[in-house]
């Protein structure tokens, strides 16, 4: 990630600060971390933050999962024409100025809460809840740290590690 000119710093109606844009998978371990200035839409990182997410090309395994999840803010044709040509099925409510959405699946949007839980889950990190970092590219890094310390909490037994055999 290169350094933007705001150092993805900017004035929203929350006030000044910075918009995090997380692919989560489904059991909530964070694949990609984008961040924007906070007056910025979030279709604006939409690409950028998906692209950080693509998976290498293996045999068998699909590159993009079957469905992408978001909320209202990311109800657009340019998102939704996105994951149709990946072949992804997009899981987002329509906006009230929209017409309704016939195909929308209801039981896998309520898994989206997924996403809000891996946030709860990083706010703990006060580094990542307040921002004390003026650039943005070290803002990034404290997420990476911050996702492969919890990586190593939720799963020690990939370092061959007991937690009863610590000391």
Request: positive net charge; contains cysteine.
């Amino acid at each position: 990630m290169q350094e933007p000119p705001d150092h993805a710093l900017g004035r929203s109606r929350g006030g000044f600060g910075t918009k995090t844009h997380l692919v989560c998978d489904s059991n909530g371990i964070v694949l990609a971390v984008w961040v924007t200035a906070g007056q910025r839409h979030e279709t604006q990182g939409f690409e950028q933050v998906m692209g950080r997410a693509q998976r290498p090309r293996q045999d068998g395994q699909q590159r993009w999962p079957e469905h992408g999840a978001g909320d209202k803010g990311y109800s657009y044709a340019r998102v939704r024409g996105w994951l149709k040509r990946r072949h992804i099925d997009p899981v987002i409510p329509t906006r009230d100025d929209q017409a309704r959405d016939e195909d929308f699946n209801k039981a896998t949007y309520r898994r989206r809460n997924i996403i809000e839980r891996a946030v709860g889950w990083f706010k703990w990190c006060r580094a990542l809840a307040f921002r004390f970092d003026k650039l943005a590219v070290n803002y990034v890094a404290h997420w990476i740290i911050a996702n492969i310390q919890f990586l190593l909490r939720k799963y020690p037994e990939a370092l061959g590690v007991h937690l009863s055999e610590t000391t």
